[in-house]
């Protein structure tokens, strides 16, 4: 362990450009897939939770299923989608950072929209009584609805930012962890412990768990002044 | 008040993990050390005769390499790799079976690595490659191997993009790393490297997902040639450019149990470990590696990729299924024997061990 994080904290000090350039194809990666996963879950939660349709109740067992998706067969599935005989071969998007931040909001959105779900259909009945007892109109009822799960949407977005930090599974099947293209700190990982290179795998390891701190700690910040 | 404080422990967490880095004051020697560990030509030299030169080495979790190569340079271990161009006109299929006829490769570029691969001064580079680091050549030119002379056209934007399907060993021993810039630096490529198992490399360029191949498993490469999948590019003969080896080296304990050394021939060797039951990492991961020590067990015992085929030898046939480095660092710790490409054993040794 001593030897590791003596790696860890050499590698950084060195700025080993092709860490440099593992940690910002990471950044890109899992900072642009979690916020598209943001934008598209959190209306769709809401709306799950809120209102009252039939084939709501199928469309919620449908995401329970969706959040329990084994990353690597939501890897292989892009795979072999993208792949060079497959049916969207011409946007040859195999292999690059695209595909892996597709693959990844398909992962995380349905966790997003459960954890929305399940917060406005707690919330929601007893806030619609009182908006509608302050004759409030449909807009302004969501509205207020919005402002309530601010502090849920934060909760939502560090879950969807770990786990997009985390995954390995999608990225690997569909980055193919080029290096200097599409090798992510995951990836690198799994890399050289295939290589047996056990102490750089847990330096990396270690330096992927500095940084998911520093990110939360900020985002824990930003959650408490704003939901205040 | 409690943000402060949770604020205030991570940046103590953080501090702390410097300052455990900087009091055990960096010593590179550990990873750089000098890989004169084993003799060349006695084949039997252990390991640890050569290894108390080192500096005393302060860590603890510095480990001493026992792992030696007890069998090498027998006719049936040589290791060759081969380049091979994908053929835009093979028969591809999707996933269900259907035909795929506008799969797009980058024939251009394909040829041109080839070509450069295979020029006077690829050549030259990829036979002097390590021996600086190791002491010891990591890979030979093939007598009578493809020559290449033709002239290497400049990248332009349709044909930068160059997709290599390749076999861990040559990525891991650093080759492609120190090739690969030189030939970028030089005509404005981008080499996009895919490093698997050859079984994986192969099935990966199935898909069209390749140029170019680089691996080395003759019986793989040739089922690829003979599905159609290869075809022979200009100014040479042959679909399958075998034009560098080195060799798998068997490995095991010092102590050497099962007594490989005195076996007559590597195949007698890996009689001698059956017959005992001595325990044996296999790759198991349909890598070349993996495909050539299939060959090599007697064939009454009937090991295949199939894990049906070994199933009553679990008690010491040990089937990884992971890359060679992590099976290395497996056959030291369980004191087994393991077949493995001497790049990677060097690289092993040379690192103590740890493959940091």
Known sequence: ?228 | MKKIVSLLLAMIMIFALAACGQSAAPAPAATEAPAAVEEPAAESAPVEEAAPAEEPAPETDALVVDTCILKEADDAMINNYSLLAVNPDAPFVDADGNAVADVELNTVGAAALINWLLSEEGQNLAANYGFEEYGEYLFYLKDGRPVSTAEIPEATEETKHIRLSTTTSVNDSGLLGYLLPIFEEKYGYEVEVYSAGTGKSIANAKMGNADLILVHSKKQEEAFIADGFSYVIDGMETERLNWMYNYFVLCGPSADPAGVKDAADVKAAFKAIADGKFTFISRGDGSGTHTKELSLWPEELGITAEAESFKDYTDWYVSANTGMGACLVMAEEMGAYILTDKATFLTFVANDGVMG
Request: aromatic share 8%; hydrophobic share 55%.
């Open chain 1, 1 to 228: 362990m001593g030897s590791s994080i003596r790696k860890a904290i050499e590698l950084i000090l060195s700025a080993d450009p092709e860490l440099l350039n593992i940690l910002s194809t990471t950044a890109k990666v899992c900072l642009t897939s979690s916020i598209l996963a943001l934008v598209l879950g959190v209306p769709v939660g809401i709306l799950l939770g809120a209102e009252r349709f039939p084939g709501r109740k199928v469309l919620l067992v449908l995401n329970r299923t969706l959040i329990g998706m084994p990353p690597v067969v939501c890897g292989l599935l892009f795979y072999m989608l993208f792949s060079g005989v497959g049916p969207f071969r011409h946007l040859h998007w195999l292999f690059t950072v695209k595909l892996m931040i597709l693959a990844q909001v398909v992962l995380i959105t349905p966790i997003i929209i459960g954890v929305m779900e399940t917060f406005v259909a707690d919330t929601a009945p007893a806030l619609r009584e009182t908006a509608r007892g302050l004759g409030f109109g449909r807009m302004k009822e969501y509205r207020l609805l919005m402002n309530e799960c601010l502090y849920s949407i934060f909760s939502a977005y560090l879950l969807s930012f770990a786990r997009a930090i985390a995954e390995v599974g999608a990225v690997a099947m569909v980055g193919g962890a080029i290096a200097w293209k599409t090798n992510v700190m995951t990836t690198a990982i799994m890399m050289y412990t295939n290589r047996g290179s056990f102490t750089l795998g847990i330096a990396l390891g270690l330096i992927l768990l500095t940084l998911s701190l520093l990110v939360n700690i900020v985002l824990s910040v930003m959650q408490g002044r704003l939901s205040r």
